[in-house]
């Protein structure tokens, strides 16, 4: 069975950084597309960051362009989610999702972004793989 694990959340002050780790259990090839979701408390979760497996294409929200980073190493089955300049709406609890739903096997941005604008849970959640998720605090 297919598993996500992730690492790397804490406690950081305004300004600060953080690097999510995301580590496949398999490969991350074995899902068409990886993202980051944040649910903050009280709220939905909302896909912050999401990159295509097939080729590398990311995405990201209007609350992360210019300050997060997707990235994948293949050599270590991972996926990581670097964060700057952070700020504290920012918080909250950061889900690695693995999905192999159809709609992301072509690659390209359109996939990446359409990874993290499905809505979740719905009728995607059959092809997702979710982590435990890691809590990140933002806060002086």
């Known amino acids: 069975q297919l598993q996500l694990v992730e690492s790397g959340g804490g406690l950081v002050q305004p300004g600060g950084s953080l690097r999510l780790s995301c580590a496949a259990s398999?490969?991350?090839?074995?899902?068409?597309?990886i993202g980051w979701f944040r649910q903050a408390q009280g709220k939905g979760r909302e896909g912050v960051s999401c990159?295509?497996?097939?080729?590398?294409?990311?995405y990201y929200d209007d609350s992360a362009k210019g300050r997060f980073t997707i990235a994948r190493d293949n050599a270590k089955n991972t996926v990581f989610l670097q964060t700057t300049s952070l700020k504290p709406g920012d918080t909250g609890t950061y889900y690695c999702?693995?999905?192999?739903?159809?709609?992301?096997?072509?690659?390209?941005?359109?996939?990446?972004?359409?990874?993290?604008?499905?809505?979740?849970?719905?009728?995607?959640?059959?092809?997702?793989?979710w982590g435990q998720g890691a809590q990140v605090t933002v806060s002086s």
């Open positions: 990159i295509s497996t097939r080729d590398g294409t990311t």
């Open positions: 398999g490969f991350t090839s074995d899902y068409y597309a």
């Open positions: 999702v693995g999905s192999k739903g159809g709609g992301f096997v072509a690659g390209g941005f359109h996939a990446a972004r359409a990874m993290c604008n499905t809505p979740r849970p719905g009728a995607i959640g059959e092809y997702d793989t």
